[in-house]
């Protein structure tokens, strides 16, 4: 298993508020969907929006997974793209949101019940589940509280990051990670593979988590 993370922030590190990237970056995170058999995605962010996770030219493939991660269990589904076109979405959430969850849903949703992680649900076993459904690459999405869980988890090969030419400086605004510790001692090492630059003025970087391993292997 291969396991993705792509994310954009702004020149200070944050992720929101708003549509942050160009048309430009919009075609690298469909590219990097084709190019993978699963995404990843954060209830929160589809609770701020309407993810349908298209790839490359608006298309929604059929043997593609698009998955969701709720601890809550509270997510919206009237109105949601997500739940009314391409395959059925999967839902991962805790085992006590589970029934309920998947009967509310019903044939919207393939729901999923997961252990408890160091940090809401465990990522690791999410990545699991999706492997046992035939996927080999998954491309985590986001927002900060699942990429902060994936990287404390040690579960994350490579991050695709784009800075953008912009800044925001709002307190509070969430970051590429957001958790209540240190991801490393105090920080998590990462080795870049690939940089360059768009005529956008976004920088487009490639790194390798190169101590997810032995972080993993502390918890």
Known sequence: ????????????????????????????????????????????????????????????????????????????????????????????????????????LGHKARVVSLPKGTYGLSVNAAISDLGRMGARTVLIEGGAMLNYAALSEGVVDEIYLTIAPKLSGEEGAASLADGPRYLGEPFLSLKLLECHTAETGEVFLRYKVGQAGKWRNRN
Request: aromatic share 2%; with cysteine; net charge positive.
């Open 1 to 104: 298993m291969k396991v993705f993370l792509i994310c954009i922030t702004t020149a200070c590190g944050r992720i929101t508020p708003g549509t942050i990237g160009s048309p430009r970056d919009r075609r690298h995170l469909e590219d990097m969907r084709m190019m993978t058999d699963a995404s990843l995605l954060g209830a929160g962010t589809l609770r701020e929006g309407d993810p349908e996770m298209r790839g490359a030219g608006g298309i929604i493939p059929n043997n593609r997974i698009r998955a969701i991660i709720t601890m809550s269990g509270k997510i919206p589904v009237k109105g949601r793209r997500l739940f009314q076109l391409g395959p059925p979405p999967v839902v991962f959430t805790s085992r006590d949101q589970a029934p309920s969850l998947g009967e509310a």
